[in-house]
């Protein structure tokens, strides 16, 4: 009987043995199905991108091999951090290994094709190798890689029942351009050194390499200068206000200036170190002559105008009248006094404190939106004007950028400034960074000027993105579909000359750093597309599949972004017999808009959008939202038929 019963257990154990092997085996090819048939979405799109058979499964003990090279420490470091704090496995760096995990390879002979920042990324069943001529291009290898994994590499913490898998690869890949840039205003809004941190963790995921850094302007002076404390004591602070910046009453008088703050030399210092170890320029600005009230309002001697001794550190209330165009009608003097000697003293100055905190081989010095019209009645300008032999406000500031770019130059630097120093006769050594559109970049570089893009109808990250009804309200917009069509090397450029390119994230409506995000993405995916990736790799509809796939990955890693692709764009026009007619057109393909009139809130059983909709007479309210089949993408839009009538005027 024993002996029954032990054939019979062995057969039950053998069964299920057989059974748990088949779930098993069930369970690796509906990995496997599912890995080869997510698409890969890697943003920037690569240069070349081969999948093959097969996928790469994450052991439990992980081992990354480098040559000896202390610049890889990041790429460890970061490739260690997000696989143990998703999966909860234990990553290891060794120096040899029979069979690492993952290989990190600096190219004993340089691969010409690769450049300085490009790789090779390699993923087999067994191992995976990023070679690259230098550790820039091993580090945004990894970027790549990371990319690969499931979207819950991004969690914070660890996710339970995920197949780490990715699929088998070869990728050659490399930039278009040196400069890949992103603005961040911290001048007109103060960020903190942690959440400019953030900006830059950020921008590497999308193999961004230079951040732009806005540090001076009316609204605040953002950077320590020893010797000149009140550039910080004064100049840093202002009145808070909530609202529509630019809107702002003025502040009275007993009003608290206690908003804003500014970074000392030493962090400074931190953030450069940062930025390095990620492979990151920093760019500072010094913005002049104009946008320079915190500067007058720390040192009024700096101005041409003898009432500047009254002028505060500008809280958002109007300083500016743009109804006649650019240069605007200042209402106060913003500009520092390209006749006044101490001006030249005071840059002096700054720029031998700024050139040695920032190690980048450019300093900008803004020449943006000066206005003209206290110069033309100052005395001090006139003289300047008759004893220089200049005819013109525009020679006026010719003069002044020439003196600044000298003063650049002694400090070991490269000048830059904004297009408008192309005015009035500009240095044949100057770089300019092109930002009403791409024609002054185009003409700059066929006068052998070193040229950065950043035009505002493609690059201005600033602008609305959305319908003006569900945006803070600026004065322009700008799509993701238009910002995907930016070509930095535009039809006409000197090649040669365009270095870089860049996207531009202005502050005046942007109070949190939560905002900061949501207006950078996915815009920023569209301007890292275009200034690395190959033209003819391009793709929109390719382009939207990846960057919803990424939204997953923004949501797992907590970044805010704009879903605003999901909305759809709201034109309004007049009929022959003057009826208001409603244009509703998604900016993907794939959504359903439904909408009512009835002041209820519109699901998907609410009538469709086909046709141009005409609001019925009594009708208040307009509502919509979009779907994709029975799933809400869109945020439910809400807009009074007033407003609408009032846009079609």
Not at 19 to 33: H, K, P, R, Y
Not at 284 to 303: K, M, N, Q, T
């Amino acid at each position: 009987m024993k002996k029954l019963f032990l054939i019979i257990s062995c057969c039950i154990f053998a069964v299920n043995s057989y059974a748990q092997t088949l779930v098993n085996e069930t369970e690796t090819g509906d990995a496997e199905t599912a890995v080869s048939t997510t698409p890969i979405a890697i943003i920037p799109e690569p240069v070349s991108l081969m999948k093959k058979a097969g996928t790469f499964t994450l052991p439990e003990n992980i081992s990354i091999q480098t040559s000896k090279n202390g610049d890889l420490k990041q790429s460890i470091a970061l490739l260690s951090e997000r696989i143990e704090r998703a999966t909860g496995k234990f990553v290891s760096s060794v120096a040899n290994a029979t069979h690492p995990t993952i290989k990190f390879i600096i190219n004993a002979q340089n691969d010409a094709q690769l450049g300085l920042e490009g790789y090779k990324l390699n993923v087999n069943p067994t191992q995976i190798v990023i070679t690259a001529n230098k550790p820039a291009g091993i580090f945004w290898g990894v970027q790549s890689l990371i990319q690969l994994f499931p979207a819950e590499i991004e969690s914070k913490e660890v996710v339970a029942n995920v197949k780490w898998k990715i699929p088998c690869v070869d990728v050659v890949d490399y930039p278009k351009l040196g400069w890949r840039g992103l603005m961040f205003d911290v001048a007109r809004h103060f960020f903190t050194k942690d959440e400019v941190k953030q900006f830059i963790d950020n921008m590497v995921r999308y193999k961004f390499n230079l951040l732009h850094l806005h540090l001076t302007d009316d609204e605040g002076w953002r950077i320590e200068i020893k010797g000149l404390p009140k550039l910080t004591e004064v100049g840093a602070w202002s009145v808070q206000k909530t609202g529509t910046f630019g809107d702002f009453i003025p502040p009275a008088a007993n009003e608290p200036r206690t908003y804003g703050g500014f970074y000392t030399q030493e962090d400074i210092k931190e953030l450069v170190q940062y930025a390095q170890e990620r492979f990151v320029n920093i760019m500072p600005e010094i913005d002049v002559p104009g946008h320079s009230l915190a500067a007058i309002a720390s040192y009024p001697e700096l101005s041409c105008t003898p009432d500047a001794v009254n002028y505060k550190v500008r809280s958002g209330e109007k300083i500016m009248d743009w109804s006649r165009g650019a240069p605007p009608t200042a209402l106060v003097d913003n500009t520092l006094c390209p006749a006044n000697e101490k001006v030249y003293v005071f840059l002096d100055s700054v720029l031998s404190q700024v050139a040695k905190l920032f190690p980048f081989e450019y300093i900008h010095m803004g020449g943006d939106e000066a206005p003209h019209n206290f110069w033309e009645k100052n005395d001090q300008v006139k003289a300047l004007m008759q004893r220089e032999g200049l005819k013109t406000i525009p020679q006026v500031q010719a003069y002044f950028e020439k003196r600044v770019e000298q003063i650049v130059i002694s400090k070991g630097k490269k000048f830059m400034g904004w297009d408008e120093i192309l005015e009035g006769g500009v240095s044949p050594t100057a770089s300019v960074m092109s930002w009403r559109g791409i024609k002054y970049g185009i003409d700059a570089s066929k006068e052998k000027l070193n040229v950065v893009m950043s035009p505002t109808d493609f690059a201005y990250l600033d602008y609305m993105q959305a319908d003006v009804s569900t945006e803070p309200r600026v004065y322009a917009s700008l799509r993701l579909n238009k910002a995907y069509q930016f070509n930095p090397i535009p039809p006409g450029a000197d090649p040669k000359y365009v270095i870089g390119g860049q996207a531009n994230l202005w502050t005046e409506q942007i109070f949190t750093f939560r905002q900061v995000q949501y207006m950078l993405w996915p815009r920023a995916f569209a301007t890292s597309e275009s200034v690395w990736s190959p033209l003819e790799t391009k793709n929109w509809t390719n382009f939207v599949d990846k960057t919803e796939h990424h939204f997953k990955r923004l949501d797992l890693a907590e970044v805010k972004y704009s879903p605003a692709i999901y909305d759809p764009i709201i034109n309004v026009k007049r009929s022959p017999d003057k009826q208001l007619m409603i244009e509703l057109t998604p900016e993907i393909d794939g959504l359903d808009i439904y909408y009512s009139f009835d002041n209820s809130t519109p699901d998907r059983f609410y009538p469709k959008y086909t046709v141009a909709l005409v609001p019925p007479k009594d009708a208040s309210m307009l509502r919509i939202i979009s779907y994709r089949g029975k799933e809400v993408m869109g945020r439910l839009i809400s807009i009074p038929v007033a407003d609408l009538q009032k846009r079609a005027r």
